[in-house]
Nanobody
Framework: QVQLVESGGGLVQPGGSLRLSCSAS????????MYWVRQAPGKGLEWVSS????????YYDDSVKGRFTISRDNAKNTLYLQMNSAKSEDTAVYYC????????????????WGQGTQVTVSS
């Protein structure tokens, strides 16, 4: 079955950088749009970023645009989120998710999810 495993979370100082990874198995990774979604303490889920099957099309929420970069390595079945210029408001559990559809059409529908990785931005 599909398994998504996030890693790379931890404590980072404001202004610092962190790279999250999401390793996928049990799925043809290269056939799905992939997403990063986060949940801050006491808040709901917030979409962060999307990337298409080939990695050439990306979208970002305004709150992270210019600071975060989503990428993927289809040969390694791995999704990444490079976080730069971290802010306290980036503190959250970060989840990777795959689209429900095996397609390069942007459906923005969330299928399988990982278990999440905690990112804490604090001095």
């Amino acid at each position: 079955q599909v398994q998504l495993v996030e890693s790379g979370g931890g404590l980072v100082q404001p202004g610092g950088s962190l790279r999250l990874s999401c390793s996928a198995s049990g799925v043809t990774f290269s056939s799905y749009w992939m997403y990063w979604v986060r949940q801050a303490p006491g808040k709901g889920l917030e979409w962060v970023s999307s990337i298409n099957t080939g990695g050439g099309t990306t979208y970002y929420d305004d709150s992270v645009k210019g600071r975060f970069t989503i990428s993927r390595d289809n040969a390694k079945n791995t999704l990444y989120l490079q976080m730069n210029s971290a802010k306290s408001e980036d503190t959250a559990v970060y989840y990777c998710a795959k689209d429900l559809h095996n397609s390069d059409t942007y459906y923005y529908t969330f299928g399988s999810w990982g278990q999440g990785t905690q990112v804490t931005v604090s001095s």
